[in-house]
T-cell receptor
Framework: DTGVSQNPRHKITKRGQNVTFRCDPISEHNRLYWYRQTLGQGPEFLTYFQNEAQLEKSRLLSDRFSAERPKGSFSTLEIQRTEQGDSAMYLC????????????FGDGTRLSIL | DQQVKQNSPSLSVQEGRISILNCDYTNSMFDYFLWYKKYPAEGPTFLISISSIKDKNEDGRFTVFLNKSAKHLSLHIVPSQPGDSAVYFCAASGGGSEKLVFGKGTKLTVNP
């Protein structure tokens, strides 16, 4: 399978705990994106990497959220001190570095906060 | 403010007929537009895109039309098939940003 891979698929945790999600992009893609989707809404942009550089961050990405892509390959998204409002589907996408190329999405990690 | 709007939450069509999904945008800096299809418990799947230098792009049964003056795009599916039943998202990017801005989606049901 050469698509975008996200792990875990589901995460259930108690409020206040830290969680970390992983995304493995399509191998030849140097751009990687994180989005969050809640019920009845379209995906909302969180942040974007080109190789290992984090080039854009949404104001949705509060201080409790941090994303890394240390070697320009896989990426992690960590949420510290989770809150009820963090419950959502977290989607990762990747694209090539060429202009006007579509982003290809993984199947997401569904986070549920108890 | 919602920069990409899909005003129809749902659409139902008969198999074999045309499905037309609509999308409006407000940001004149957007120059690249995409449609994604999403099944439950899966991520969005890319369908078709169009650059602002074009007004039409076709790929098999799917055609996207762009009307820049009206800030409107539409996705036509002909003929519609039951397997097309899914939620369809319109997305846009531009203005020097790589992020996609999505609409809220339209749920398409194709009845056999």
């Amino acid at each position: 399978d050469t698509g975008v891979s996200q792990n875990p698929r589901h995460k259930i945790t108690k409020r206040g705990q830290n969680v970390t999600f992983r995304c493995d992009p399509i191998s030849e893609h140097n751009r990687l994106y994180w989005y969050r989707q809640t019920l009845g809404q379209g995906p909302e942009f969180l942040t974007y990497f080109q190789n290992e550089a984090q080039l854009e961050k949404s104001r949705l990405l509060s201080d409790r959220f941090s994303a890394e892509r240390p070697k320009g390959s896989f990426s992690t998204l960590e949420i510290q001190r989770t809150e009820q409002g963090d419950s959502a589907m977290y989607l990762c996408a990747s694209s090539s570095g060429d202009s006007n190329q579509p982003q290809h999405f993984g199947d997401g990690t569904r986070l549920s906060i108890l | 403010d919602q920069q990409v709007k899909q005003n129809s939450p749902s659409l139902s069509v008969q198999e074999g007929r045309i499905s037309i999904l609509n999308c409006d945008y407000t940001n004149s800096m957007f120059d690249y537009f995409l449609w994604y299809k999403k099944y439950p418990a899966e991520g969005p799947t890319f369908l078709i895109s169009i650059s602002s230098i074009k007004d039409k792009n076709e790929d098999g049964r799917f055609t996207v039309f762009l009307n820049k003056s009206a800030k409107h795009l539409s996705l036509h599916i002909v003929p519609s098939q039951p397997g097309d039943s899914a939620v369809y998202f319109c997305a846009a990017s531009g203005g020097g940003s790589e992020k996609l801005v999505f609409g809220k989606g339209t749920k398409l049901t194709v009845n056999p």
